[in-house]
């Protein structure tokens, strides 16, 4: 459990906990792959079970962490796939592969309700954005722009930004978002050759 704060994540050998929403960042990555193989390729019945058994235990495990934008995140990827779904081949197989889709979702979302812990529950789906968390993160994300913008180009280079914020910038806390992250790391530089990447795999898809 992450700091006693009733979220789930790893140690590292050195019994570090890893923060729950990068966490999550790498359990999205596996989880879309998992429903991309499921849905867009052929495969036989053990692949199958196997496929819905890893993406099953993959979401539940992104929602132990707590992550509201891994949630998030993890439901945008899901969008993509299910339009690429629609616009690959309009045609019947298309067509009960979309029904089995939406069929999966809605399984694995009422699986994850009666798994999931009461407070995991109430944190991912509190609407409230006067909570402490959303007011705490937003005084991270303030000085973490404030400490790049004193570096804005190339950025600090891959160093713990949680630790560039509180020797810079004086505030006890971490960039609390991926985006700002790469520009704290890799200045605007490493953020236009993120988004690079990130524009050719949608020019893949579709």
Same mark, same amino acid.
Request: with cysteine; aromatic share 12%; proline share 2%.
């Given at each position: 459990?992450?700091?006693?704060?009733?979220?789930?994540?790893?140690? =590292?050998? +050195?019994?570090?906990?890893?923060?729950?929403?990068?966490?999550?960042?790498?359990?999205?990555?596996?989880?879309?792959?998992?429903?991309?193989?499921?849905?867009?390729?052929?495969?036989?019945?053990?692949? *199958?079970?196997?496929?819905?058994?890893?993406?099953? $235990?993959?979401?539940?495990?992104?929602?132990?962490? #707590?992550?509201? /934008?891994?949630?998030? /995140?993890?439901?945008?990827?899901?969008?993509?796939?299910?339009?690429?779904?629609?616009? &690959?081949?309009?045609?019947?197989?298309?067509?009960?592969?979309?029904?089995?889709? @939406?069929?999966?979702?809605?399984?694995?979302? *009422? *699986?994850?309700?009666?798994?999931?812990?009461?407070?995991?529950?109430?944190? *991912?789906?509190?609407? +409230?954005?006067?909570?402490?968390? +959303?007011?705490?993160?937003?005084?991270?994300?303030? +000085?973490?722009?404030?400490?790049?913008? @004193?570096?804005?180009? =190339? #950025?600090?280079?891959? /160093?713990?930004?949680?630790?560039?914020?509180?020797?810079? @910038? &004086?505030? &006890?806390?971490? /960039?609390?978002?991926?985006?700002?992250?790469?520009?704290?790391?890799? #200045?605007?530089?490493?953020?236009?050759?993120? =988004?690079?990447?990130? $524009?050719?795999?949608?020019?893949?898809? =579709?």
């Amino acid at each position: 459990i992450y700091e006693g704060s009733g979220r789930y994540t790893i140690q =590292f050998f +050195n019994n570090e906990e890893i923060d729950p929403n990068y966490l999550a960042e790498f359990l999205i990555i596996g989880g879309a792959l998992s429903v991309s193989k499921l849905l867009l390729r052929k495969k036989t019945l053990l692949d *199958i079970i196997l496929l819905v058994a890893g993406t099953l $235990i993959i979401t539940i495990a992104i929602f132990y962490t #707590g992550s509201r /934008a891994g949630v998030l /995140a993890y439901i945008v990827s899901l969008f993509g796939i299910f339009i690429k779904l629609c616009f &690959n081949n309009r045609d019947m197989i298309s067509v009960r592969k979309v029904i089995v889709f @939406m069929t999966i979702a809605i399984v694995v979302l *009422i *699986i994850v309700a009666l798994v999931i812990p009461r407070e995991i529950y109430d944190r *991912i789906f509190e609407m +409230n954005l006067n909570d402490g968390s +959303n007011s705490l993160r937003v005084q991270h994300w303030l +000085n973490a722009l404030k400490c790049w913008s @004193m570096q804005p180009i =190339f #950025g600090y280079g891959p /160093a713990l930004t949680k630790e560039l914020i509180i020797s810079i @910038m &004086n505030h &006890n806390g971490d /960039a609390h978002n991926t985006y700002l992250t790469l520009l704290l790391q890799f #200045g605007l530089v490493g953020f236009l050759m993120f =988004f690079l990447l990130f $524009i050719d795999v949608l020019k893949g898809l =579709f």
